[in-house]
């Protein structure tokens, strides 16, 4: 039995989401959840369009040498799942990595191009452990709002504060405004992390610049790095007190050297990028758990799945009704009508008590004057 604010009861309540035995960590949406769950998805296309990111899709299935090859094998593999198809062995991604690699060297680069961001809504599988399952919040299948930002040195220190900025804007947008970031670095005692002490003092110290840029506190967690660079970690507050980390801001020098990445300067000479791994929302599914958890079932009116319903009061006013449906859902708004031969005060009641954001009550009146008024529950 879970607690009334906890997703997973918020989620059986209003048809948003469920989960079966059949398919544990594997969340199955419905229409309700995802109305929530595009909107967010719409938002972030538009805001990623605007701040000059180029849209990619990567396959969720690639040879498991690619992996090898990035290190995630050697770091990663008990978190992954595996298929063979023709006697060829390929891992189903756990992150969107190396598919922004292939998208890079697809073609020649030159530094005209950089920095250049490649944004990702990667459909990701993790082999979490089945004690760690936990709701949306901790899942099998998800998706990460993934970006890859390929730059030259000189301009790392601006594409990290530009990612700040971007990630402000958008807690800003959910109603997130108590969280604070965290400097994840490595431990210089465990070996378990790639390259050279240069080049982590060297990224340790831009990220903790642009932090001091943005104007905000440096709290640094040794050992929290990922293998191939440290991170700066968004942890947001809710409502009732507690943390969640969302967004990432990774700075990698390793993968390019790895992979071979290069463009070519203004001399026509090979240089090797810097490579940003940075989501915001994180996992859509722990978002949204998150969002839930936080503001329950008065999600703001942009993300709420039901922002309007119609209260009709006789059959004289259906038509009206009728007609201010399709005007809401012409302008992208999510609208239901209330036709049950209940009295008003019924269908307001219910209304309270469903996941719906306002009403509008049509009756002789609404009709006659060809107006009506919203009433935010």
Known sequence: MYLPEDHRSLGAKYDLFSFF???PGFPVWHENGLRIKNSLIQYWRQIHRDNGYLEMESPMMLDKELWKKSGHCDYFEENMFFSSVDKRDYAIKPMSCPGAILAFNSKRRSHAELPLRFCELGHVHRNEQSGALHGLLRVRSFVQDDAHIFCAGEDLLNEVSNIISLIQMIMQKCGLPDYHFELSVRDKRKKQYMGEDQDWKYCEDILEKALIRSKLDVHKKEG??????????????????????????????????????HYYDKEGNKRVPYMLHRAIFGSIERFIGMLLEHYGKKLPFWLHPNQYRILNVSQN???????????????GHFVEIDQSSDPLKEKVKKAREDMVYSIIVIGDKEVEEQKYVVQVL
């Open 224 to 261: 929290e790095a990922k293998f191939y660079g440290p991170s700066l970690d968004l942890h947001v507050k809710d409502r009732h007190g507690r943390s969640w980390q969302c967004s990432t801001i990774q700075l990698d020098f390793n993968l390019p050297n790895r992979f071979g990445l």
């Open 317 to 331: 006013s259906l038509n009206y009704a009728n007609s201010l449906l399709i005007e809401l859902r012409a302008k």
């Open 21 to 23: 035995e059949e398919a």
